[in-house]
Structure formats: structure tokens, C-alpha cells
């Protein structure tokens, strides 16, 4: 038995079948859990397929997550996708590039925060984590920037956000 919890979802893969069965009674019992579809967890959405040449797949998308995100902030996304996962010669930091501490004006900050900027943030790390690595760069240029997020770090937000959307299925 293999068993992965995370907060209040779990995901369980069994050779015996019983064994499934009673690790879940157990479970409902115990905690009031409930059974859901086992190819929608955490926001992934996986689909398991054999090929013809009898190799195991698992493609793993997180489509409702980044339609979700969309929506939310649509109206300040540019009107074609963007190709990139972060933008081009972005570099996000606490500091200029002379050294000096980067000075941001408070305004700015809680207008960003106002504007999700933190929400933004740790929907991309989640989808980062799971579905699309090649965001994870641009999520921990962004992470470094959460205690004075100014507008170039949400700009960039909400440009992985337009990328993740130009990439969905």
C-alpha cells in the first residue's frame, strides 16, 4: 500500500484490494472522509492510459486551476498569450542593480496586495509544484518579492499567468 496525504486529501494506490478497502473504512470511520474520483486530487487532473505497447502513462494537467486564475484576473491579461513562462530579461529582486536596497513605496505595496499578489503567488507555486515546472523559476522570483511586491514582480504574475493559460489543453 502506497499513501500520500496532503492536508485533508488523500491518495492511495493498492495491490490488494482489501487492504484498500479497510485503510478507507478505517479512514471514514475515524476521520468522516469521503470516496471521490481517484483521477481528479489537489486541483490535478490525471489521466492514466496504457499504450499499445503496453507502457503505463500518466499525464497530469491542472486545466481547471489555470482557467480558474484566468478568470480571476482577465481583465488586466494582455490579449494574446504570452510564449514565455516568465518575462524576457526579468529580474526580480530586493535590491537594484547597483547593490542599493530597492526602495518601494508602501502605496505601492498594499495596492499590490490589495490586487492579490499573494493569492497569485502561491496559485502559481501550487501549479509549479505540480503540472508545470517550468514556471518554478519565475515563482521564486516572485516568492522573494512577497514582503514588498511592486509592480514590475505582479506584472510578471500576471504574465505566467497568460502563459499558463497559452498553454493549456
Partial sequence: VLMA??????????????AGVYICEQFRQRFGIKMAAPSFMLGVHRNKWTGADGTTYLE???QK????IYEEYKDQLPDRPRETPFPDKTFLSTHTPDGEPRKVDPDEIAYNYKRG???????LL???RNC?????????QLCKLMHMPYNEAYDAALHMISYLHGQRD
Fill in 5 to 18: 496525504v496532503h492536508s485533508d486529501d488523500a491518495d492511495m494506490v493498492c495491490e490488494d484490494s482489501a
Fill in 126 to 128: 501550487w501549479m509549479s
Fill in 132 to 140: 508545470y515546472p517550468e514556471i518554478a523559476q519565475g515563482c521564486h
Fill in 65 to 68: 486551476s489555470v482557467d480558474d
Fill in 117 to 123: 499578489y499573494m493569492h497569485m503567488c502561491g496559485t
Fill in 60 to 62: 497530469m494537467t491542472q
